[in-house]
């Protein structure tokens, strides 16, 4: 049979795009239409033709793709959930927009009985944060993928009049845009203007939460205090050309086998047929525990490119919400609560400041970091809990991982892991290097890490001065 392209052989771009769209079709049905009456189901919803026919066009304008029952259903049973979940807490406003696009590639798509002139209003706030507040990623100061809007055009006119200034010094920006942030929490409670940031919803109903909306909010992540209960720094090596069997029809299906493929490379490049060692994994993970609202978060700590030397990237993921992570914590943000707590002199903070060959990782620098690691272990284990340092000996995991990481600074296309690891390390030990308790604590530090990766708070982001309202649906 020929191949048959669908959804699932898309950029995750242009998918993340078709289902936020859909999202805004069904919030525009349910809400404006009043089209939820009929729906009991997703099957139900699918049968809908007033509704469906418009996703699958979705499908077909954005993705160039036929809507494809195995593939796509499960986006049909995200849109039934989330609007669910939607219309039970805020009801159906009297919203006369409902729009995501921001225009990325020249060609916003309209929805059906939408306005057709001027920007939308992604595009429109995108570009004024650009403008007044040298914001260029909008995400950083609100996730929020889609707009649900009354009145846009007036809400426009009041936003600049009240946040423009002839003048900006770095001052008059954190006013106004703390001003920014207080009309769109307005607008938001009085359901004239909400952004909803959207992840996509398996196994169980989905969840809606008000974020940075109102001063309860507030107050109530302002005390909540976090715990970090685990460290994984994995310092042993693997071998490239072994690999799990995954081939159900295979007689060693699960164990562990020669990849042939690896093995081939080795050999072309005059490495030998059982491959060469490389640090076990590429990254580091944080284990940050929430009791109070009984959530545990892991913040993946790696390299942002995955074949070259790079700096860190910081990406939180909430426990059994592991399809959607929480989005990345803003590396300038990140620096700047390092240096608010003192430690951000212990932490070089680009790629090119630490070893990148064996040469250039000599003794006085080995030695260092075996201290680095000796530390991490010594203050986990004053925290309560034993740094996983992979497949080493915890009493020689300082020597041992050393050794490899030089080693492999000397594998062609495996420098740059090693480059990365040891960043990692000096990250650990930075923030490890903070009091066990009191104020200023390693665990208020995982506290302000997580609140700023999800983007929460009145203070943080651009100029100390908070992040934008927004719902969640998870």
């Not at 919203?95 to 225009?103: L, V």
């Not at 990623?137 to 846009?152: G, M, R, S, T, V």
């Not at 001063?215 to 071998?239: D, N, P, W």
């Not at 970091?369 to 309560?384: A, D, F, H, R, Y």
Request: hydrophobic share 35%; glycine share 8%.
């Amino acid at each position: 049979m020929p191949f048959v392209k669908t959804s699932k052989q898309l950029s995750p771009a242009t998918l993340t795009r078709m289902q936020e769209l859909g999202s805004a079709w069904v919030f525009k049905r349910a809400i404006q239409d009043n089209a939820a009456t009929k729906w009991e189901s997703w099957e139900s919803l699918k049968s809908d033709s007033d509704t469906f026919d418009e996703i699958d066009n979705i499908w077909y304008k954005i993705g160039g793709v036929y809507w494809n029952d195995s593939a796509d259903d499960e986006w049909l049973e995200s849109f039934y959930k989330q609007q669910e979940a939607l219309l039970q807490k805020i009801g159906q406003p009297n919203f006369t927009e409902f729009t995501r696009d921001g225009g990325q590639d020249g060609s916003p798509y309209i929805l059906p009985d939408s306005k057709t002139s001027g920007k939308p209003f992604m595009q429109w706030i995108e570009e004024y944060l650009q403008t007044e507040f040298k914001i260029g990623n909008k995400d950083n100061w609100n996730p929020a993928d889609i707009w649900l809007i009354q009145d846009e055009e007036k809400w426009k006119t009041l936003i600049e009049n009240a946040t423009k200034a002839p003048r900006r010094t770095k001052g008059s920006m954190k006013a106004q845009l703390s001003q920014l942030n207080q009309i769109f929490r307005i607008l938001f409670r009085n359901r004239q203007l909400m952004g909803i940031s959207l992840k996509k919803v398996g196994g169980g109903p989905a969840k809606y939460v008000e974020v940075n909306v109102t001063q309860e909010y507030f107050k109530k992540i302002e005390s909540a205090q976090m715990k970090l209960t685990g460290v994984r720094c994995y310092l042993g090596t693997k071998r490239i050309n072994i690999k799990k069997d995954t081939n159900k029809k295979s007689d060693t299906f699960g164990q562990m086998i020669v990849d042939k493929k690896a093995e081939a490379r080795s050999i072309r490049k005059n490495l030998g047929t059982t491959g060469y060692p490389t640090i076990e994994t590429q990254d580091t993970v944080l284990t940050i525990e929430d009791k109070d609202n009984d959530v545990t978060y892991t913040v993946q700590i790696k390299n942002t490119s995955t074949d070259r030397m790079d700096n860190l990237k910081f990406e939180p993921t909430e426990k059994g919400k592991s399809t959607a992570r929480m989005g990345k914590a803003t590396r300038a943000f990140v620096f700047d609560i390092m240096k608010a707590y003192g430690i951000l002199t212990q932490f070089p903070q680009v790629h090119q400041n630490y070893p990148k060959t064996k040469t250039a990782f000599n003794r006085t620098k080995m030695n260092a970091v075996e201290k680095q690691i000796k530390n991490i272990q010594t203050k986990c284990k004053s925290l309560g809990f034993t740094a996983d340092m992979g497949d080493v000996s915890p009493s020689l995991a300082s020597v041992i991982g050393v050794i490899n990481i030089k080693e492999t600074m000397d594998r062609k296309g495996e420098a740059w892991t090693a480059n990365s690891k040891l960043q990692q390390i000096s990250f650990l030990n930075a923030i490890l290097s903070l009091p066990k308790t009191g104020e200023g604590s390693v665990n208020d530090f995982c506290t302000d890490l997580i609140y700023l990766a999800a983007k929460q708070g009145r203070k943080g982001g651009f100029f100390n001065a908070g992040y934008g309202p927004f719902g969640k649906i998870y």
